[in-house]
């Protein structure tokens, strides 16, 4: 089955230390997206890609940094400077350009604080 | 800057009731507006996208509407079930974007059996 995985399912981070997290998908879709949801809010764009070796800042990108070396993967990385980094963070792809086609969810990773 | 609001947060009906989830947005330039349902701790599922030329869109017992004039948008759930407690969220996508996705907060729905 095509889809999105999100890797690892819960993660937790040290004072200063930096934290990958992992978006794979097999729909081959050009456009990733990262997004952060906290308690009772909706996302908010972090980062996103419409084409490997391409992205772009969201709205919230301070303190984080992606790469896109592979259409299949855009890993995300909570640096030491994201002071507030406790947050459940989703995954999205879909096929970009100009097609009016839905984003697709991974699981998500809930990442907090030691 | 687009902005996305959902009415009300949380939701509670008996089972069987239809109902109305409400959406609206500031900047009717809209690409597209989208319904997800997202269970407890899980990402999200697309329910409904509708393009900025179209009024509506169904699914089974779901009805999606959109007016870019007043800046709404109603998710209309016939016949309601347990199994349709959940969170939904409304999102838009901007003209000239990259397909970016504005959330609103979500209105979480319980159905009482």
């Known amino acids: 089955d095509g889809g999105i995985t999100q890797s690892p399912k819960y993660l937790f981070r040290k004072e200063g230390q930096n934290v990958t997290l992992s978006c794979e998908q097999n729909l081959n879709h050009d456009a990733m997206y990262w997004y952060r949801q906290d308690p009772g809010q909706g996302l908010r764009l972090i980062y996103y890609s419409q084409i490997v070796n391409d992205f772009q800042k969201g709205d919230i990108a301070e303190g984080y940094s992606v790469s896109r070396e592979k259409k299949e993967s855009f890993p995300l990385t909570v640096t030491s400077a994201q002071k507030n980094p406790t947050a459940f963070y989703l995954c999205?792809?879909?096929?970009?350009?100009?097609?009016?086609?839905?984003?697709?969810f991974g699981d998500g990773t809930r990442l907090s604080i030691l | 800057k687009q902005e996305v609001t959902q009415i009300p947060a949380a939701l509670s009906v008996p089972e069987g009731e239809n109902l109305v989830l409400n959406c609206s947005f500031t900047d009717s330039a809209i690409y597209n507006l989208q319904w997800f349902r997202q269970d407890p701790g899980k990402g999200l599922t697309s329910l409904l996208l509708?393009?900025?030329?179209?009024r509506e869109q169904t699914s089974g017992r779901l009805n999606a509407s959109l007016d870019k004039s007043s800046g709404r948008s109603t998710l209309y759930i016939a016949a309601s079930q347990p199994g349709d407690s959940a969170t939904y969220l409304c999102?838009?996508?901007?003209?000239?974007?990259?397909?970016?996705?504005?959330f609103g907060s979500g209105t979480q729905l319980t159905v009482l059996p």
């Open positions: 999205a792809s879909c096929t970009g350009g100009w097609g009016n086609q839905p984003q697709h």
């Open positions: 999102a838009c996508s901007l003209s000239g974007s990259a397909r970016q996705l504005t």
């Open positions: 509708i393009q900025s030329s179209q």
